[in-house]
């Protein structure tokens, strides 16, 4: 067990609105990414961490913020969600050093934005 | 561009075999991964390629042949409960993740 929550698992808005997703870690990991998965498309990196202040963005990062102030939260942020942004998003961690880099993924945040 | 290719779906047999296969153009290589997600749950690893060859673990199999841009997942004595979609990856020259789009495989008794 890789020790990763997200939350809301579940979250309906209206276009507009300001949402947060959380994923928090217990594993002390220092990569974090924050990916989305719709229909048709593999998985889609939207930003990533690797660490404590450090970010990056990923292919899909516009309309999209992340910060990470702890080493095991990593919060998303859609500033002002569009419907378009309606998705699954899963937070996920690589492994440990000697791994072979795989992730280990969160449980997935439903977002559907009205 | 940087691409994976993999079969939208597939059906197969209940105790049968089942070859998934993924081609890429990536730029750089340094290992593919196959991930298995069922519906309405997380990806999960499977297996890692990063030599030519083939890697087994139990009931699965994964092969790969760098020159071709070619992996294959192989799933033997199929059971119901492999019913999901499998997910082809390959990490490009700067340790990024590129993802298929999938491919579900349905298992019929």
């Known amino acids: 067990d890789a020790g990763i929550t997200q939350s809301p698992r579940h979250k309906v808005t209206e276009t507009g609105t300001p949402v947060t997703l959380r994923c928090h870690q217990t594993?002390?990991?220092?990569?974090m990414y924050w990916y989305r998965q719709d229909p048709g498309h593999g998985l889609r990196l939207i930003h990533y961490?690797?660490?404590?202040?450090?970010?990056d963005k990923g292919e899909v990062s516009d309309g999209y913020s992340v910060s990470r102030s702890k080493t095991e939260d990593f919060l998303l942020t859609l500033e002002s969600a569009t419907s378009s942004q309606t998705s699954v998003y899963f937070c996920a961690i690589k492994g440990l050093a000697g791994d072979t880099g795989e992730l280990f993924f969160g449980e997935g945040s439903r977002l559907t934005v009205l | 561009g940087q691409n994976i290719d993999q079969p939208t779906e597939m059906t197969a047999t209940e105790g049968a075999i089942v070859q998934i296969n993924c081609t890429y153009q990536t730029s750089g290589f340094n290992g593919l991964f196959w991930y298995q997600q069922h519906a309405g749950e997380a990806p999960t690893f499977l297996s890692y390629n990063v030599l030519d060859g083939l890697e087994e673990k139990g009931r699965f199999s994964s092969f790969l042949s760098r020159s071709k841009g070619y992996s294959y997942l192989l799933l033997k004595e199929l059971q119901m409960k492999d019913s999901a979609s499998y997910l082809c990856a390959v990490m490009d020259s700067n340790y990024q993740l590129i993802w298929g789009a999938g491919t579900k495989l349905i298992i019929k008794p």
């Open positions: 961490s690797y660490g404590v202040k450090d970010t």
């Open positions: 594993e002390n990991h220092r990569y």
